[in-house]
């Protein structure tokens, strides 16, 4: 599980450590509306990210294996997975492999996504952080006795 995780980190984030314990960034639940997808969406996405295992292997899995995980119907997940290529999110393609209509999805749009998300978050922490130290500064100064220094 943890190589599972370090590596959709780094698909995702570029090695990000701000990760949830099922190996899904926590970005990506943190900054969710950003993608400008609504929760069913979402839990499709994070259905399949869990079949996300390799880089290099896209994960093949058909509409009832996803509809079973979720508890929803096949046309739900039909009609989320049109909403996350609309979003530009994922691409969906019928690989060359047999199976029950299994699909290869591809997640270059998120990934792309998260990186623009990681990036800004970053920036966000610094520009807190900065804040954080001159109040601590300010609050110092304020704190010291003129008389003492007299």
């Given at each position: ?86 979003a530009g999110l994922i691409k969906t393609r019928f690989p060359s492999r ?53």
């Open positions: 599980m943890a190589g599972r995780i370090c590596r959709l980190h780094q698909r995702l984030l570029g090695g990000s450590d701000e990760v949830t314990n099922a190996g899904i960034p926590n970005l990506l639940f943190w900054y969710a509306s950003q993608l400008g997808i609504r929760p069913t969406a979402q839990a499709v996405l994070f259905q399949l990210l869990s079949y996300w295992l390799e880089k290099d292997n896209l994960p093949i899995v058909s509409k009832a294996c996803l509809a079973e995980g979720l508890g929803i119907s096949e046309r739900q997940v039909q009609r989320q997975l049109r909403v996350l290529e609309k047999a199976g029950r209509h299994p699909h290869e999805f591809t997640f270059d749009g998120l990934v792309k996504k998260m990186q623009e998300i990681a990036v800004a978050h970053r920036r966000e922490k610094r520009q807190q952080q900065h804040r954080r130290s001159k109040a601590v500064k300010s609050v110092g100064r304020k704190n010291v006795d003129p008389a003492r220094d007299a």
